[in-house]
């Protein structure tokens, strides 16, 4: 694991953002996976200024997001697909056909999980994952406890997850209790994964992850294991390593 400590958030969000350029540069018909949450904003947003700067092509580029809530539509202001058009999509030159998240109306799980999995080994696999951290160590949606080798499946949320993501509903009755997430296998085949994480409440969760043991406890710790993992934190983050 490579670690790169940033000064701050923009600082995280300009490191990251260069290397996933990097990435569309030298594949300019790349395979990127996604990710959603509050993290990655900064970072999209460097993306997009850098695109509409003429520095940045991503005609060719397809996209496989993490995870999505059940139940939410693409229209639905806080599915992640809805995130991702608002931060990323509609503000480059991405061609939606080739812009993928989990179904979220698709009731059958096997049916949605199975799809999702075989789409992402059509497209080639992931050339370069990008990855937020929950403050539990989960990835996706891959919560504490679950088994390393999952593929895409369906969660049903912890309490810390809900109450981290709350912020987003009008109240966390509304809020989707269970959400489909590419699994930590699936993740662990991209050929590269770029790990952003920001602020001082991520600061332990970042130390179990780097240098504690590899337990399913600790879903991020698996990264350990792949040979191109790079972590992007900023300072606050790395108040313990
Ligand atoms: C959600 C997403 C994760 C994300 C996490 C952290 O639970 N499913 O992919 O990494 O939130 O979010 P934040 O970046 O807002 O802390």
């Known amino acids: 694991m490579r670690v790169i400590k940033a000064a701050d958030y923009k600082d995280m969000s300009r490191k990251a953002a260069n290397i996933i350029s990097a990435q569309v540069i030298m594949k300019p018909n790349a395979v990127l996976g996604l990710a959603t949450g509050s993290t990655p904003i900064g970072t999209y947003e460097q993306l997009v200024e850098w695109y509409k700067k003429g520095d940045l092509d991503f005609s060719q580029v397809t996209t496989v997001n993490l995870d999505e809530y059940i139940g939410l539509s693409h229209d639905h202001e806080q599915s992640y697909y809805y ?3 608002k931060h990323l999509y509609s503000k480059v030159n991405l061609d939606l056909s080739r812009c993928y998240v989990p179904n979220g109306l698709e009731m059958n799980a096997s049916k949605a999980c199975t799809e999702y999995e075989q789409l992402v080994k ?3 696999g992931v ?4 990855l ?3 403050h539990n160590g989960h990835i996706g949606f891959n919560e504490p406890g679950s088994a390393f080798e999952m593929t895409t499946h369906a969660v049903t949320l912890t309490s810390s997850t809900l109450d981290a993501n709350k912020r987003f509903f009008e109240s ?3 809020m989707p209790k269970a959400a489909y997430t590419m699994g930590i296998k699936t993740i662990m085949q991209a050929k590269k994964i770029v790990l952003i994480v920001s602020s001082a409440d991520k600061a332990e969760i970042l130390k179990r992850i780097i240098e504690g043991p590899v337990i399913p406890e600790v879903p991020a710790s698996i990264l350990q294991l792949h040979n191109d993992v790079t972590i992007v934190a900023d300072a606050a983050a790395c108040k313990y390593i």
């Open 83 to 85: 995130f991702m058009n």
């Open 122 to 124: 059509r497209v080639g």
């Open 127 to 130: 050339d370069l994952q990008l």
């Open 132 to 134: 937020g951290l929950g």
């Open 172 to 174: 966390v009755d509304e």
